[in-house]
């Protein structure tokens, strides 16, 4: 079966230090999510893009987040500096344009910002 | 806008016992609607989704949901539980057509008493 892939899958960091969490999509789709996921928020949908273009980051704090995708077969979320309101596990999630049957969602990366 | 609600943060049944996972869905455009399921320490499957056609899909694991546009409701059922299907599951709506932003619902947390 096709997979979304992310790294790592567990990521403990120091207040104040950069995260970059990766997620590899499932070849051939070009719509790209990244949800965070915590107990109290439940998933909260951070951006997307279609094509590697950012239709949407209204989601995440501008001053310390940034999502990117470098090429097709890369996105990329950065978090600088990190806080421990950050602490979450964050989910990145590929499909295709042409059908909204439903997207694939990759394992996740647990962060812990101590 | 679109959101879900699913009514019971936790549900608990018996093995072999009917489950029913109640949601209800607000949306200003017609809807696709989808239950997704999270295991723990993984990512979200998907379980099953409407979108247009036959109210009643059918999902994996003998799952199966229906869509009442006169409820704005789409509960998700199993016949009789299993063990294996003790899990979170999550509900999620988008707008119709090729990519919408999917929101999900706070989740239900399925607990399968032997």
């Known amino acids: 079966d096709a997979r979304v892939t992310q790294t790592p899958r567990d990521k403990v960091t120091e207040m104040g230090q950069e995260v970059t969490m990766r997620c590899q999509p499932i070849l051939g789709h070009n719509t790209v999510f990244w949800y965070r996921q915590t107990m109290k928020q439940g998933l909260e949908l951070l951006a997307y893009?279609?094509?590697?273009?950012?239709?949407?980051d209204s989601g995440m704090p501008k001053d310390r987040f940034s999502a990117e995708m470098p090429d097709a077969t890369l996105a990329t979320l950065k978090i600088q500096p990190s806080e421990p309101r950050d602490s979450a596990v964050y989910f990145c999630a590929s499909g295709r344009t042409e059908s909204n049957y439903g997207y694939t969602f990759g394992s996740g990366t647990r962060l812990t910002v101590v | 806008a679109q959101s879900v609600t699913q009514l019971g943060s936790h549900v608990s049944v018996s093995e072999g016992a009917l489950v029913l996972l109640r949601c209800n869905y607000s949306?200003?455009?017609?809807?696709?609607l989808f239950w997704y399921v999270q295991y723990p320490n993984q990512g979200l499957q998907l379980l099953l989704k409407?979108?247009?056609?036959?109210?009643l899909v059918k999902g994996i694991n003998g799952f199966e949901a229906e869509f009442k546009k006169s409820e704005t409701s789409f509960h998700l059922t199993k016949p009789s539980a299993h063990m294996s299907d003790a899990a979170e599951y999550f509900c999620a709506v988008s707008g119709q057509g090729g990519y919408q932003k999917v929101t999900f619902g706070t989740g239900t947390k399925l607990q399968v008493i032997p």
């Open positions: 893009f279609r094509n590697r273009a950012p239709l949407d």
């Open positions: 409407y979108t247009t056609g036959a109210t």
């Open positions: 949306s200003s455009v017609p809807p696709y």
